[in-house]
């Protein structure tokens, strides 16, 4: 690899080093539950963290695992590894989801607080630990050396750690957060996403940092009422969170009217799954538009944008600058404008691959590309998300797209959530099958899942029209949010 390795290629100086070079190293950085860093107080408790890992003996191009809460804590560790040159990655705190993903990732240190319990065998360091060591300085990198991953929650199979360069970051700050966010000084940001997610890593943690702006995080579960309390505390100026919690958060508004509840945002985000164009209008009736954006991991970036101002329900809008996009087959060979089609993506932030998965890299990257397991639609230039390849399936010769049908579904009044998978029936032919909670209040019964069905018949075709209900108290999810659609299937399974 050619070129010179540079102190502002590092990310620790792209996301911090800079604003203070640019004058703002007194404007908040972060905010926890325990208080606030500036930029400079930021750089200094990184530089101190990058000292003590140096000090275990952790150098450029070694693994450091961060398994912390939401904190300024987690952004010195984060920070301080990258100032080192050393790879991090992010992980949610739950052993059972740690021994898969740290068999993958072999750290050679586990950031962690000491009543963690984490699989043996690996050494460890605590925030407090990382706090005392000596000042180190930013170390040169060159853009394209690795600096960190992001690994999948492993819900659909073993966890994979998509790789990324130092560079990767600027295509996001500069396109998606820059051009679509406007971020910038003086906002402050809140993610209803954890910093261990693809989503709450870019929304809750370097997007703001990148432009500047002020990273509020909470250690604590995300309720509605945790967030209502942290957006008012923190007057937040931009809130993202999953389709969930803004499905929540309307639910609690409509029994709750607070106009000043939300009243210090000036933009408010949805990514990370379908927003369904009912749960947007519930909010627009409270006063507040959601955009929908659609990213991955794999690209560390939102390719997909709603701008704000825009109405496009059921959308995720348009590409974000920077970011070229197709719609295509298998092998890449375009499909007509109204077809559905694999996502396939061009960025300078594409994953070099997954972290010692030489196969599932070859299936995914191809070349300059990206081969999503993502299907989507696209007409007159605005795109629309109809699900994950392995999750749409075929009823009578006919694609049907969970999506739609969970769009449908959602327009009943006692429907509060709904997840739509195919599973083989009694004849051993594959159906539709509905998951759904209700709304508080509501006790569903037979009557209420005849007219679920005709509502979905009206609206997708009575081919996609759910087979069998079933009502539960929670639908399953994993840990950024989503409904785990695999849980699901298993479910139908093991009770017919």
Known sequence: MTGNPSVPANIAHLLVGRW??????????????????TFRELDAAA?????????????????????????RGWCAAFLGAQRIGAVAAPFEPHPPRLAAAFAAFDPAIVVTESDTALPG????????????GPPEPVHPVLPTDLAYMIFSSGSTGAP????????????????????????????????????????????????????????????????????????ARNRVTVLSG?????????TFLERHPDEAALGSLRLAVSSGDSLPAVVLERMRAHGLDVIEGFGCSECSNIVLSVRPGEHLPGTVGRPVAGVELKLADDDGLPVPDGAPGRLWIRSPSNTS??????????????GDWLRMGDVLKCEDGVFRHVGRRDD?????????????????????????????????????????????RARQGITPDASTDQDI???????????????????????????????DRRRLRNEFTDRS
């Open 453 to 483: 069905r005709r509502l979905a018949a009206r609206s997708v075709g009575t081919y996609a029209a759910p087979q069998r209900i079933r009502w539960l108290d929670e639908l399953p999810r994993g840990a950024t949010g989503k409904v």
């Open 392 to 436: 749409m399936f075929k009823v009578d010769g006919r694609w049907v797209s969970p999506v739609e049908v969970e769009g449908a579904i959602l327009r009943h009044d006692a429907v509060e959530e709904a997840a739509v998978v195919g599973v083989p029936m009694e004849d051993g032919l594959v159906r539709a099958a509905a998951f759904l």
């Open 160 to 231: 994979k750690g998509a790789m990324h360069a130092h560079r990767d970051l600027i295509a996001s700050i500069e396109g998606y957060s820059r051009e679509v966010l406007a971020l910038g000084p003086g906002d402050r940001t809140l993610s209803v996403a954890k910093c261990m997610a693809s989503l709450g890593f870019g929304n809750g943690f370097f997007r703001p940092l990148g432009r500047g702006a002020c990273a509020v995080l909470t250690r604590r579960r995300p309720t509605v009422r945790l967030i209502l309390a942290e957006v």
């Open 20 to 37: 203070i070079d640019a004058g703002h190293g007194d404007d908040p950085a972060v905010v926890d539950d325990d208080g606030t860093w």
């Open 353 to 366: 691959g997954y972290f010692r998965r030489p196969d599932e890299t070859a299936d995914v990257v191809r």
């Open 121 to 132: 065998g690996f050494a460890r360091i605590s925030p407090g630990e990382g706090d005392s």
């Open 47 to 71: 530089a101190r963290f990058a000292g003590a890992l140096r000090e275990r003996g952790v150098a450029p191009g070694d693994r450091v695992a961060v398994v912390l809460p939401d904190s």
């Open 242 to 250: 999953v389709p969930t919690f803004w499905s929540q958060l309307a």
